[in-house]
């Protein structure tokens, strides 16, 4: 364990710390003022790609992925050390306040958090800093999407799934394999393809659209035919690797659960009736709550009127369908209804959010002492 406090040890970094050592020495003190130690699990998630910024860090111990999608293992875009920072992106105006990549824990990491509205505050008087901390920004995006295509591209090659081809000069589709990524060239390798009525569907300069399936996700992307290859009496086309590539992965979204303690409730209102009720988890996008057995609220049920009071003094106003109603075991005179949010307000999801990160570090605090 780290001995001294987080505010000495910021300072023991501002000689080191490429983003501390761009800072007046009173704009460093001030940060260290505001500095709090902060502890995560190996495999935690401290926030994902498109998250609102709250906060910069800075790493005392262990090492955190700076991650493209969470539930993905392939899309680690970087993987830092001791001493490193990061989160300061989400905080730039240019990227409005959100989350630019997603960050967890590589290993059981001990951080240095820095609220985000204090690094706001001081990067609107150092327009050098900001001008550079954009230029490195923009910088690791174009990388970041390189990676990204070249990650999918291996995963489609080692999936040996069919692609359906779309060439210029024909209405038909075609099945082909992608069945060589090369990085060092630049290059992708198609697999034959038969067309029965034409002759040469594919040449040189064509470009092709293909388009398929990734564990159950639509993948799309376009490609130059650069040449075509003889190998083995069969035609083998190399190709460009493609400029955008369309994969819209839906993320599994996290779930927290409330224990005992928790007074969430949820106060849902149906023919003009309020049936209160313990809120038992909640995700971004929906909830899980008890109420008694018998009242009339069943699945399918569109929900205008439904309160989630998290805490006494703050709640969330969402609409909802019901989803799922099952009996409680161990209270016979309670039912649970999952429902999903169907229609929620930015400024309610924001609330929830930092509602659920805060309980989260809450917890992780409670069973570090």
């Known amino acids: 364990m780290v001995a001294m406090s987080a505010k000495d040890y910021l300072m023991t970094l501002v000689p080191e710390n490429e983003f501390l050592k761009a800072l007046p020495p009173s704009d460093a003190e001030l940060l260290s003022q505001a500095a709090e130690y902060v502890n995560f699990s190996q495999g935690q998630v401290l926030f994902q790609k498109g998250d609102v910024a709250d906060s910069m860090f800075f790493i005392v111990e ?3 992925e700076i991650i493209d999608d969470a539930d993905n293992d392939h899309a680690i875009l970087a993987t830092l050390g001791e001493k490193a920072h990061f989160g300061e992106q989400g905080l730039l105006d240019v990227n409005e306040g959100k989350r630019t990549a997603g960050a967890r824990a590589a290993a059981e990491a ?5 609220s985000g509205e204090l690094i706001r505050s001081m990067l609107r008087h150092q327009a050098q800093l900001v001008e550079k901390l954009e230029k490195v920004g923009s910088e690791q995006q174009d990388i970041n999407r390189n990676e990204r295509k070249l990650q999918l591209l291996l995963r ?3 999936s040996r799934s069919s692609l359906s081809m779309k060439t210029p000069r024909s209405s038909d589709l075609f099945s082909t394999l992608l069945i060589g990524v090369d990085t060092e060239r630049e290059i992708i390798q198609l697999d034959e393809i038969v067309a029965i009525d034409m002759r040469n569907p594919v040449r040189e300069g064509d470009h092709l659209t293909l388009s398929g399936t990734l564990t159950g996700t639509p993948i ?7 040449e075509i290859k003889m190998v083995g009496g069969s035609n083998l086309y190399e190709c460009s690797l493609p400029d955008r590539m369309v994969y819209q992965q839906q ?4 779930r927290l659960e409330l224990g005992a303690a928790s007074r969430a409730e949820a106060i849902v209102t149906k023919d003009e009736r309020k049936y209160r009720g313990k809120i038992i988890d909640v995700s971004e996008g929906g909830v899980s709550f008890r109420l008694r057995k018998g009242v009339p609220i069943e699945v399918g049920d569109l929900i205008d009127h439904c309160e989630l009071a998290l805490q006494p003094d703050l709640s969330i106003r969402p ?5 799922n109603v099952k009996p409680v075991v161990k209270a016979p005179n309670l039912q649970q209804y999952g429902v999903r949010f169907i229609g929620l307000a930015s400024s309610d999801l924001a609330t929830l959010k930092e509602f659920m990160r805060e309980t989260e570090r809450r917890k992780l605090r409670n069973s570090r002492m």
Do not use: C, D, N, W
Request: glycine fraction near 4%.
């Open 156 to 158: 489609i090659e080692r």
């Open 319 to 323: 609409k909802i369908e019901v989803m």
């Open 220 to 226: 799309s992307f376009t490609t130059k035919v650069l």
């Open 110 to 114: 001990r951080l240095v958090r820095i």
């Open 62 to 64: 262990g090492a955190v």
């Open 251 to 254: 993320r599994t979204q996290f």
